[in-house]
Each structure stands twice: as C-alpha cells, then as structure tokens.
Nanobody, 121 residues
C-alpha cells in the first residue's frame, strides 16, 4: 500500500559527503515521522535520524553535527545529508516512515529496500 524508494548510496572516501533521498508513494493518508536507520554487518539495525511532520529532529549521538535530516511534506520525501563520513558509517541505510493509509485507522511502519553506503579509502 505504501512504497519507499531510496537513492543516493555509494562508495565515498573518509571525510567525504553523500546525500540519501527517499520518496514515499501509494495510498498515503498521513505521514507522521520519517527517518533513517542503518545496519552494519553483524550489528543490529539502529536509528540514525528521525524527523516529525512538524520538523522536530533527533539523531544518534555518533552522527550529531555531521548528518542532517530534512523532509518535504508536500512531496512525501525525506533526505539525509551526510558529511565528514567515517569508515564506521559504512552500512546499509534504510528509510522508514510511520504512515496512516487512506481510510486506515492505525499507523504502520514502512521500510525501503535499503541503500548501501561504504566509506573507505
């Protein structure tokens, strides 16, 4: 009912920058929070950054002052600007959206397919 499509991953050298984007489509009534999670090999998926429909943001401590999350409510998109990338940022990044579908009564979490970010020299 709702699809999230990510783009923007790739290979970057330490200290470099990447921008991830995610577009939500489908039977969308309302989107509440949107966010980015990541999962590195052998690790659990962790929250990287999240933004509410009102623009309030929160970040995992390890990315504060380096990453910036933003969203366009009119276009149902969320982006993650990643600067000063470190090898430990290497992971598959997943877009997440908390959505109430059209005619729906409850909110559900939807996930993108993931985009790989590799930080290496």
């Amino acid at each position: 009912q709702v699809q999230l499509v990510e783009s923007g991953g790739g290979l970057v050298q330490p200290g470099g920058s990447l921008r991830l984007s995610c577009a939500a489509s489908g039977s969308i009534g309302s989107i509440y929070s949107m966010g980015w999670y990541r999962q590195a090999p052998g690790n659990q998926r962790e929250l990287v950054a999240r933004i509410t429909s009102g623009g309030r943001t929160n970040y995992v401590d390890s990315v504060k002052a380096r990453f910036t999350i933003s969203r366009d409510n009119a276009k149902n998109t969320v982006s993650l600007e990643m600067n000063s990338l470190k090898p430990e940022d290497t992971a598959v990044y997943y877009c997440n959206a908390n959505v109430r579908v059209v005619h729906g009564m409850t909110r559900e979490n939807y996930w993108g397919q993931g985009t790989r970010v590799t930080v290496s020299s």
